[in-house]
Structure formats: structure tokens, C-alpha cells
């Protein structure tokens, strides 16, 4: 089961930090109609969870479009052309980016309303191995709390800011309430894996979208995930 790991969904300019987190909007579509070409169908964590739980059915091959922290990017260039196929995408949120800096809350609305999900990234995506108890769950507990608060939702799925866990760090996202949460660990996610080291598979800006066919269905290795996240 693929779950692939987005960031930013944009041009990165001269000089820009990490510009392997920024796919460029024209290479993002070609990845999804190529996605879409080879037989993939989008789906939410939470219609994966059921399934592997049996309470509903996959499409033949699902796939899921995970994107990582909250920025306007993602609502102004990435949800529509995923609206246009009637695909939902995963946005994994850090709660402190949901502003006018990162993305707005009317973005975070529109997109729920188009059948997005909206997991916790967090509140401030912080290091979670380096926290106390209390700011750990400040962190987990306070951010589930925060995204119903400000929208409504009850985010039942977590993911790692930059993939760092521990147990302790595991045990307290199930002491949160979550049903699961990814890492930025490659490879794909199967039923009878530790639901909280889910892995994902990264995308970057020169993945083809015949290289990411290749990566969603297992036929060619994902890439380390060595980067930022």
C-alpha cells in the first residue's frame, strides 16, 4: 500500500532551503495523471484503516497523497487538480501553521469540504525524542484538541515531524487517541505492520511520474528518506 510523502507543491526559488521538499505544480500533474493512467485511485487514511480493520473495501490500487505540515501551496495547487479527478489528499497539520503564513484556515476548510483528511503534525512540529512527558502531550493530545477546536475534526491519524519516534514517543500517540501514524521511513505500508512506523514514500521534484508508478507499486525501491520532513 502506497503512501506517498509531499511538501510543498510550488517552484522553489534561487537560494530556498531544502528545495527537495518543492515538486514543481507541472511535475505534480504528470504524477497523479500518471498515477491515475497505470489504475491508482486516491483514498484518505481513514477509508485505509477500515478496510485493514474490515469495515470497508480498497479499490484495486489504492493509493494515498500525504502532505506534510499545511502551507497555501497545497490548497492552491495541489487540491485542484486532485478535485478535478474527485481524488482526496492527506494533510498532515501542523497546528501553528494554520495561518496566513502558512495556510489560512479558509484553505484548510475548502479543502475538507472537497473530501480531504486532516491529520496532526503536531502544534509547533517539533522534535518529539527531545520532549517531557508534558510537552509531549501538549504536542499530541493538545494538537487533537486544537484542530477540533479550530476545524472541527477529529484527527484520528498522526505523522512524525521529520519521522522522529522512540517508544516512548509511539506509546504516547496511542495514549492520544490516534488509530495510527506514518514516519518518513521508505517503503510501503501493509496490514501487518506496527500501525504507528507506517512507512512512506518520498517525492521529489525530478520523480517522473513513470518513476513514481514504479515506486507505488513496489517494483523499484523508494528512496531514503535522509532529508528534512
Known amino acids: 500500500m502506497p503512501i506517498l510523502m509531499y511538501h510543498l507543491i510550488a517552484e522553489a526559488k534561487a537560494g530556498t532551503p531544502f528545495p527537495e521538499l518543492w515538486v514543481p ?124 477546536t479550530r476545524l472541527g475534526i477529529d484527527a484520528r491519524f498522526f505523522c512524525y515531524p521529520a519521522g522522529r519516534n522512540d517508544a516512548t514517543v509511539r506509546a504516547a500517540v496511542k495514549a492520544a487517541g490516534y488509530d495510527a501514524a506514518t514516519t518518513v521511513d521508505p517503503g510501503l505500508a501493509a496490514r501487518g505492520q506496527d500501525p504507528y512506523l507506517l512507512p512512506r514514500i518520498r517525492v521529489e521534484p525530478q520523480t517522473t511520474g513513470a518513476r513514481l508508478v514504479q515506486l507505488a507499486r513496489g517494483t523499484v525501491a523508494a528512496p531514503a528518506s535522509g532529508g528534512p520532513a
Open 25 to 148: 505544480p507541472a511535475r505534480f500533474r504528470e504524477q497523479v495523471a500518471a498515477l491515475r493512467g497505470a489504475g491508482f485511485t486516491a483514498i484518505t487514511m481513514a477509508e485505509l484503516w477500515a478496510a485493514w480493520h474490515g469495515d470497508g473495501r480498497l479499490p484495486r490500487h489504492p493509493v494515498v497523497l500525504s502532505f506534510d505540515d499545511g502551507d497555501l501551496s497545497q490548497v492552491m495547487n495541489a487540491a485542484p487538480v486532485l478535485k478535478r479527478i474527485g481524488w482526496p489528499g492527506v494533510l498532515n497539520l501542523a497546528v501553528n501553521h494554520l495561518n496566513a503564513k502558512g495556510l489560512p484556515r479558509w484553505g484548510a476548510r475548502r479543502m475538507l469540504r472537497q473530501g480531504w483528511e486532516i491529520g496532526s503534525h503536531t502544534i509547533d512540529h517539533a522534535d518529539l525524542t527531545t520532549l517531557g512527558a508534558d510537552a509531549l502531550r501538549r504536542e499530541l493530545a493538545g494538537s487533537r484538541r486544537q484542530l477540533k
